[in-house]
């Protein structure tokens, strides 16, 4: 992620020179609008709501000032092993995330941190717990639930993140969140981050944050979309649609791809379909085991895959910048569900193409999301896989077939013979060592 050079660099807005080290490390100098509003006021304590999209740079609008303060800060108690600083965010995948960057941000600070999320044993993170950590971030359910055993201790949080807020109001997570923030009776600086203020979100801010500083990284009648993404909707038939899909996937200067569905049996039969064709994809759902998922993430990260299939709520942790395409193979829901996902592309700077596939039943969703978003479109055309606008459209080649090589496996999935194999191994038990007190 590179922001104009045009910007402040992190050492002019007053950053440690650790933190500064480490991110030109990775080829970050320079803020992007969220990080350059809130740097400074962050820095210095100030509670703050900050209002961008995905992929403007938050994460470390947030993590940058939330390291600096941790590591030196006049009025934050010295580190002891129990947590300075608490990251809230909605799903797994994200938490993952934010993890990766802060710990990527703070690569030279004598700063532990850990990330807990549901779906992995709690023994493991009680007894990262107990040896001492100074940031944890986590998703709301588990930490509430740990901090409930009296195993993460909140009273000396100086620093509170509330990330993706309206996610986590549209996931049902708002109890969850007004019980941590009621834990959190002593002095603090609360930082709360949202694509968008649903009125909840903003009575949670006005009971909770102390004489906040709203900030947003756009201007208010900006467009719901990033401007760097070409939007291309059309009419596809439900029986056709997996052909459309194998061409889309060969337009020329395709790189990382997202591919949205709505279900996760779609879902998956989505990239069974792909594979079957002989595209190299991964797949990320909720009927997925978790180690299945942070495979595919990674291996999407990495560019093991260039092509991933996922549903909304599992796709809410992928924060990578250069996807080139997002493709709807299922029409959303709903305006801000399509917001949501073709804000995945066309970045950070990068362009990128959003591509819809509008079923002859699901005319009636694309209609409400047109004429919320004004996008001028109320009658998709008419396309199929053979359709010469479709190919002109997206830069296919005109020999695009439906298979692209031999039949493959979604990745990190398992074998039907690796799945007996575990089903018939019995469980071990194993006995838990207590780890001793830190001196």
């Not at 979100?201 to 944050?209: D, G, H, P, Q």
């Not at 500083?213 to 979309?225: F, G, L, N, Q, W």
């Not at 959003?354 to 694309?366: C, N, P, R």
């Not at 001028?376 to 053979?386: A, V």
Request: aromatic share 6%; charged share 25%; with cysteine.
């Amino acid at each position: 992620m590179s922001a104009p050079n045009s910007t402040p660099t992190f050492a002019d807005l007053g950053v440690a020179v650790e933190i500064t080290e480490a991110l030109a490390e990775r080829g970050i100098t320079h803020t992007f609008a969220i990080q350059e509003l809130t740097l400074p006021l962050a820095l210095d304590g100030t509670d703050i709501i900050g209002q961008a999209r995905t992929g403007m740079g938050k994460t470390l609008g947030f993590g940058v000032p939330l390291l600096d303060r941790v590591f030196d800060s006049a009025d934050v108690d010295e580190l002891d092993g129990t947590p300075r600083a608490l990251v809230v965010v909605p799903t797994r995948e994200l938490a993952v995330q934010v993890g990766e960057d802060l710990t990527q941000a703070a690569a030279h600070l004598p700063i532990r941190l850990l990330t807990i999320y549901g779906g992995r044993p709690y023994e493991e993170q009680i007894d990262a717990l107990e040896a001492g950590i100074d940031v944890v971030v986590g998703t709301p359910g588990r930490l509430l639930d740990l901090y409930q055993r009296g195993c993460l201790h909140l009273d000396r949080v100086a620093v509170l993140v509330l990330d993706e807020a309206d996610e986590m109001l549209d996931l049902g997570f708002l109890p969850d969140i007004e019980k941590i923030l009621e834990a959190l009776t002593h002095e603090h600086q609360t930082m709360l981050f949202s694509a968008t203020m649903p009125g909840p979100i903003m009575t949670l801010a006005r009971s909770f944050l102390t004489k906040p500083v709203h900030i947003r990284a756009e201007e208010p009648d900006e467009s719901a979309t990033h401007t760097t993404t070409e939007q291309i909707i059309f009419q596809a038939h439900r029986m056709d649609k997996e052909a459309v899909l194998a061409r889309i996937l060969q337009a020329r200067g395709r790189g990382r791809t997202i591919v949205f569905t709505r279900t996760k049996r779609n879902a998956q039969h989505v990239a069974e379909g792909l594979a079957t064709r002989g595209f190299r994809v991964g797949a990320v759902h909720g009927d997925m085991g978790q180690p299945a998922r942070e495979r595919s993430l990674e291996a999407f990260r990495t560019g093991q895959v260039e092509i991933l299939v996922a549903t909304d709520v599992a796709a809410r942790g992928i924060d990578v910048d250069d996807v080139t395409h997002v493709i709807n193979y299922q029409t959303p829901d709903d305006p801000m569900t399509y917001i949501h996902r073709i804000g995945r592309t066309g970045r950070a700077g990068h362009s990128g193409t959003a591509v819809t596939l509008v079923g002859y039943d699901e005319l009636h969703k694309w209609a409400a999301i047109n004429t919320e978003l004004d996008l001028n479109l109320p009658e998709p055309p008419q396309w199929f896989s053979t359709s010469p606008e479709l190919y002109e459209a997206l830069s296919i080649p005109d020999g695009a077939q439906e298979r692209v090589g031999d039949p493959r496996r979604v990745f990190g999935a398992r074998s039907a013979a690796e799945r007996s194999s575990s089903s018939s191994r019995r469980p071990r038990s194993r006995s838990r060592s207590r780890r001793r007190p830190r001196p």
